[in-house]
């Protein structure tokens, strides 16, 4: 009798039931691939400016790694070759007096304001400083560093004002906003070509420097940073820090206060949220 009584309600359940499996509704946004013409419409600017920053910003920070030796080497007279070691020591020695005066206290500074100022106030601060601290040394450089050994004390107070406002702006900003703009599952990928072209900055900065500097004497086979090159240079970095300025103001997204989900919902609506900064 039960089992009569169970075969009749499960025959009725499935009487009752739909036929058919109610269909799930659709997410408003089908998948799309990296670099697809609806990535570039979402992402393609963001992705732009974060390449772009990170580009500028190694350019001139590997670049004034190179300065580094030269701060005592201001006269036309090419270092002795039999001080290898003690040129060593003293580079090593201003680079860890640099480091504890002004890269290490840049980082805290923007570890400190970073959720108060914002990324892209830092960032344009950063650059537009180190731009004027650039064209302070480059533009006296032939006439007035190059010429009083008495004044590598100054110098490197310069020198260390670009690392702090490199760390307290855009050498630690450009590592960050990559990381909050785009979607998961392009973030890792948007931020690494956003690296690579920072290290190709680095190629550029490093590379083109040693070439654009270097002298060769005609009685000596020694080649030293020739004193009028240097000086373009300094303008060079100087005008690069203010292209870095532009590109943060036009094109890089203003990430503070804004949640990782955001950019999530921005790829289901198909807009991108906030006004650039």
């Known amino acids: 009798m039960q089992s009569v009584m169970s075969e009749s309600i499960l025959s009725q359940i499935a009487e009752d039931s739909p036929s058919e499996t109610p269909r799930q509704p659709q997410s408003s946004s089908s998948p799309y691939k990296l670099f697809s013409r609806r990535f570039l419409s979402l992402h393609g600017c963001d992705l732009f400016a974060a390449s772009a ?20 080497t201001f006269s036309n007279k090419p270092p002795n070759p039999t001080n290898v070691y003690d040129s060593a020591f003293e580079v090593a020695k201003v680079a860890a007096i640099v480091a504890a005066c002004s890269t290490i206290p840049g980082y805290w ?15 344009i601060m950063g650059f537009f400083l180190m731009a ?66 920072g290290k190709l900055g680095a190629i550029v900065g490093t590379v083109g420097f040693l070439w654009a500097t270097k002298h060769e004497d005609e009685d000596k086979e020694d080649v030293f940073p020739d004193v009028k090159r240097v000086r373009i240079a300094f303008l060079i970095l100087g005008g690069v820090c203010i292209a870095g300025v532009l590109v943060t103001y036009f ?6 206060g804004r949640s990782l989900e955001e950019n999530e919902e921005d790829e289901t609506i198909g807009t991108t949220s906030g006004p650039r900064q």
């Open 109 to 123: 500074f923007t570890v400190y304001f970073i959720d108060r100022i914002g990324r892209v106030k830092i960032q």
């Open 53 to 72: 920053n990170w580009f500028l910003v190694d350019v001139v920070f590997y670049t004034s790694n190179l300065l580094l030796s030269q701060i005592f």
């Open 251 to 256: 094109f890089t997204r203003e990430t503070m």
């Open 132 to 197: 004027v601290v650039y064209l302070v040394a480059g533009i006296p450089y032939s006439w007035y560093w190059s010429k009083h050994e008495k004044t590598n004390k100054g110098f490197m107070v310069l020198y260390g004002l670009i690392f702090f406002f490199s760390n307290f702006g855009p050498n630690t900003t450009t590592f960050i906003v990559p990381a909050e703009l785009f979607p998961a599952r392009f973030r890792s990928t948007c931020h690494g070509i956003s690296g690579a072209a």
